[in-house]
């Protein structure tokens, strides 16, 4: 049985958020990944296990080797999730612009 893991534990990790940007560009087979990182293959592994299981990486098969790919799809539902944030900072971020102006327009 495959564990449904949540997207947003799963980034949560340095490791994690570290194998995404190494493998955003290129797929990469795990020891390619493993060179990156201080640390064990079996580490790597389950970092990839974990990634693979929230289905924000895909494994592909090419001859006898496995490459691990980015799901490009699975990280706009992070994006979509950050972007109602992103709405109410801007309008803050608004907010304080009219507050800075107006104090400067007084100070003329």
Avoid at 11 to 29: C, E, G
Avoid at 31 to 56: D, M, P, Y
Wanted: one cysteine or more; charged letters at 30%.
């Amino acid at each position: 049985m495959e564990i449904r893991r949540d997207i947003f534990q799963a980034i949560a990790d340095p490791t994690r958020r570290a194998i995404i940007t190494l493998i955003a560009l290129q797929a990469m087979t795990p020891n390619a990944i493993a060179e990156h990182f201080n640390t064990t293959r079996q580490a790597v592994s389950k970092h990839l296990r974990i990634l693979t299981e929230c289905e924000l990486v895909t494994q592909k098969q090419q001859g006898r080797e496995i490459y691990y790919q980015l799901e490009i799809d699975k990280m706009k539902e992070i994006d979509k999730w950050l972007n109602q944030f992103r709405k109410i900072w801007e309008a803050r971020f608004n907010q304080l612009d009219e507050v800075l102006l107006t104090i400067k327009n007084k100070k003329k």
